[in-house]
């Protein structure tokens, strides 16, 4: 049983498209976030929630919307792709919030190529 | 701001070599520091942290890191590397106020055979 999976695992999509990301962890864990990783492997924290509730939204443009329906779920939804956005999302979630003391637990990331 | 430094991109060692990375924070109170691994299209995994007490900690896969509060840094050692240690090197720094977890750029590291 995967921990923390994600889907689709690869997204081809045209410039302009919009798409959406799907994560999902069995861990019993409050906290879920989102990261981007970009072509140079550099990781950055897009958002992060608690229990349903947005907690970390980082300088992310207004394009991106996540959505937790529950505790166990959150989606990544991208309107008006453009190349930029072109990267590996990683979902990630852990077990404690309000302090940095979390390991997190990552999905196998989800890459998205825009053309 | 919190923030992390590896100053070493690629790293390359022969097999059975010693190995260590570097790691250097910037952060204004005690810092949580991690040490994750990802491996060709792979998320990443946690080799080891430190919250407190002994500053050398011991994770999986036969490694460790020692944290040095006066240099800012914590640094991954491994006695002696493997051809599968091949992958990329990610130090993370958290704080004690909120679950922003930051990482490093990376090192990659190559192994010779």
């Known amino acids: 049983d995967t921990a923390v999976s994600q889907t689709p695992k690869y997204l081809v999509t045209q410039m302009g498209n919009d798409k959406s990301i799907k994560c999902e962890q069995n861990?019993?864990?409050?906290?879920m976030y989102w990261y981007k990783q970009d072509s140079k492997k550099f990781l950055k924290i897009m958002f992060s929630?608690?229990?349903?509730?947005?907690?970390i939204n980082e300088t992310v443009p207004n394009r991106f919307s996540p959505k937790s329906p529950d505790k166990a779920h959150l989606n990544l939804h991208i309107n008006s792709l453009e190349l930029g956005d072109s990267a590996v999302y990683f979902c990630?979630?852990?077990?404690?919030?309000?302090?940095?003391?979390?390991?997190?637990?990552f999905g196998a990331g989800s890459r998205l190529t825009v053309l | 701001a919190q923030s992390v430094t590896q100053p070493d991109i690629h790293i390359t060692v022969s097999e059975g070599a010693s190995l260590e990375l570097r790691c250097n924070y910037s952060y204004g109170a005690t810092p949580y520091l991690f040490w994750y691994v990802q491996s060709p299209g792979q998320g990443l995994q946690l080799l080891l942290k430190?919250?407190?007490?002994?500053?050398l900690v011991q994770g999986i896969k036969g490694f460790e890191a020692e944290f040095k509060r006066s240099q800012s840094s914590f640094n991954l050692r491994k006695p002696s590397v493997h051809w599968s240690d091949a992958a990329e090197y990610f130090c993370a720094v958290g704080g004690n106020r909120d679950d922003k977890i930051i990482f490093g750029k990376g090192t990659r590291l190559h192994i010779l055979p």
């Open positions: 861990l019993g864990h409050d906290t």
């Open positions: 929630y608690n229990n349903k509730e947005l907690i």
């Open positions: 990630a979630s852990s077990p404690l919030t309000g302090t940095g003391a979390n390991v997190l637990t």
């Open positions: 430190y919250f407190s007490g002994d500053t």
